[in-house]
């Protein structure tokens, strides 16, 4: 069976070689992005594989039918990137991947840290030569209340965690049955606010300019789920004013592009980043929870896994 992978990495493109011949699958590997240009690299594959950081179109994925694709396996967790119900429309499956939740949570848990012990601040201050205290102390895990939003596998490895620092921990599932009051009063109550709910319609903007006025004086928000989660230009107008104590963010709205790019010689000066980026108390890192040698080959793994187990279902009927 063949499978065309996408916007592979060396990294990954190394494990895709390794793993490929446990599942039969013959994989044509590419680190070019899947788009109308390569729409030519899935001919004769009814399987592809592709990866978070490019949105996939309408027109590629009418694309990639037409070409005799049948199924896509995104590398990722969240298929927010691709809509499913149109590639559904025009005959094309798709189906996430599952990986170690401990990566994100790890990384998580790293972010709440900085973000309560003001290390964005300390440390560059330190790379300048001003090895004084910080002005403002910092503050105890187990002093706090931490809310978590969105209790799928890598929620719930994050209170696994918590549980070790011995802090209040609030959840708010963000499920149809529960009621959305909760989550207002988890924001009213919570030191800390962590996001890990899928982004879909209904989560756009889960947390707006009314439920971020809703939280406590002081609180931090701590994003590693997807950056759309949040009203970015609420939660500057928060930070800015003081509202909040501040934040640590792996994902940003309007990432797409920036992300994953060298942009030293082309630094940024519009958008929301720059203006996140400037102030000494939010920490900002490229979408990059994910990334550990665990997760990255679960995610082949799986997403060979998932190729392989499409083309049995299809085959035997």
Do not use: W
């Amino acid at each position: 069976m063949g499978v065309t992978v996408y916007g592979c990495g060396h990294d990954e493109a190394a494990l895709f070689r390794e793993l490929a011949p446990d599942f039969g699958v013959t994989p044509r590997i590419t680190d070019a992005a899947i788009s109308a240009a390569t729409i030519a690299l899935a001919h004769g594959n009814r399987c592809v594989s592709v990866g978070h950081k490019t949105p996939v179109g309408h027109d590629t994925l009418l694309a990639l039918a037409n070409s005799g694709v049948e199924y896509l396996s995104t590398r990722s967790t969240g298929c927010d990137h691709i809509d499913v119900k149109y590639a559904a429309s025009v005959g094309i499956t798709v189906e996430t991947i599952a990986y170690s939740p401990d990566s994100v949570a790890d990384y998580t848990l790293m972010l709440m840290l900085m973000a309560v012990r003001g290390t964005k601040s300390v440390l560059r201050r330190a790379d300048a030569g001003d090895y004084r205290l910080n002005a403002v102390r910092g503050r105890e895990l187990r002093d706090l209340t931490v809310g978590v939003v969105g209790t799928g596998r890598i929620g719930i490895a994050v209170m696994d965690r918590l549980r070790g620092f011995r802090c209040r921990i609030l959840a708010y599932g963000n499920r149809p049955t529960e009621d959305p009051r909760q989550l207002d009063e988890l924001l009213e109550t919570s030191d800390i606010v962590t996001l890990h709910t899928p982004l879909t319609d209904a989560t756009r903007h889960l947390l707006d300019q009314r439920r971020i006025a809703r939280m406590k004086h002081g609180a931090y928000v701590i994003n590693t789920g997807r950056g759309a989660l949040l009203d970015t230009a609420a939660l500057i107008l928060a930070l800015e004013t003081g509202r909040l104590g501040g934040a640590a963010l792996d994902v940003v709205e309007g990432e797409e592009g920036i992300f994953y790019a060298d942009h030293r010689d082309t630094p940024l000066t519009e958008g929301h980043l720059p203006r996140l980026q400037r102030m000494p108390n939010v920490v900002i890192s490229p979408h990059t929870a994910y990334y550990t040698d665990h997760a990255l080959r679960d995610t082949v793994h799986n997403s060979l896994l998932n190729c392989a187990a499409f083309a049995g279902r299809t085959q035997h009927g």
